[in-house]
């Protein structure tokens, strides 16, 4: 299996631009994650989906923040618009359904985002 | 919420030395994972273990569930060892059953 795939692998744009990321989950797996690492926030959960559904968002900054999972292979983290404080490296990861995989979340390569 | 610690913060050992890294959580789990972040950024899944003991290689992990601690041992340290260890749970009869807390991290620095 390929694992979770993400792209681009980094990104750096200027304040006040749109940035979309982008994340394949594991094949069958029906559970995805972005997650945030910072140095000051260390690794923290932003939002949380369910067979497609969004089940908990309670980790988005705020609006400028807004994720997206269209079907069971694709994901989108976008941010409109950019700020210098939204630089850091952003992660997917998906879980399986059912067995081993149901138990453990795998992580993709991650997203380095820089905010000029 | 659930509190995650782990300690030590830093860790420098010499090529060859055995470590144990402590994760304490301060409510019942129902996941535990351990997570090696490389020099390159990427968080590679060490162990499932949100009880008992398990063994891979010369890495092994012991969660006491009713005691609310993990350990990882390492054994016979190497240079691509280095790099920072994760704990991360989640809560039992969370509502939010997918949510991971992850701990500060423990850095290891393994010299040759």
């Known amino acids: 299996d390929a694992g979770v795939i993400q792209s681009p692998r980094h990104e750096v744009t200027e304040m006040g631009q749109e940035v979309t990321l982008r994340c394949k989950p594991i094949?069958?797996?029906?559970?995805l994650f972005w997650y945030r690492q910072t140095m000051m926030r260390g690794l923290e959960l932003l939002i949380y989906?369910?067979?497609?559904?969004?089940?908990?968002d309670s980790g988005m900054p705020e609006d400028r923040f807004s994720a997206k999972m269209p079907n069971a292979s694709f994901s989108t983290l976008k941010i409109q618009p950019s700020e210098p404080r939204d630089s850091a490296v952003y992660f997917c990861?998906?879980?399986?359904?059912?067995?081993?995989?149901?138990?453990?979340?795998?992580f993709g390569p991650g997203t380095r985002l820089t905010v000029l | 919420g659930i509190q995650v610690e782990q300690s030590p913060p830093d860790l420098i050992l010499q090529e060859g030395a055995n470590s144990t890294l402590r994760c304490n959580f301060s409510?019942?789990?129902?996941?535990l994972q351990w997570f090696h972040q490389n020099p390159w950024g990427q968080l590679i899944n060490l162990f499932y273990?949100?009880?008992g003991t398990k063994q891979n290689g010369r890495l092994s992990a012991t969660t006491v569930a009713t005691e609310r601690y993990s350990l990882l041992y390492i054994s016979s340290s190497q240079t691509t060892d280095s790099g920072v260890y994760f704990c991360?749970?989640?809560?039992?009869?969370?509502?939010?059953?997918?949510?991971?807390?992850f701990g500060q991290g423990t850095t290891l620095q393994v010299k040759p």
């Open positions: 409510d019942s789990v129902n996941n």
């Open positions: 991360a749970v989640n809560k039992r009869w969370s509502s939010n059953t997918g949510k991971l807390i």
């Open positions: 094949s069958g797996h029906n559970s």
């Open positions: 989906f369910n067979n497609n559904v969004p089940i908990d």
């Open positions: 273990i949100p009880s």
């Open positions: 990861a998906s879980r399986g359904a059912s067995g081993r995989d149901y138990n453990e979340q795998f």
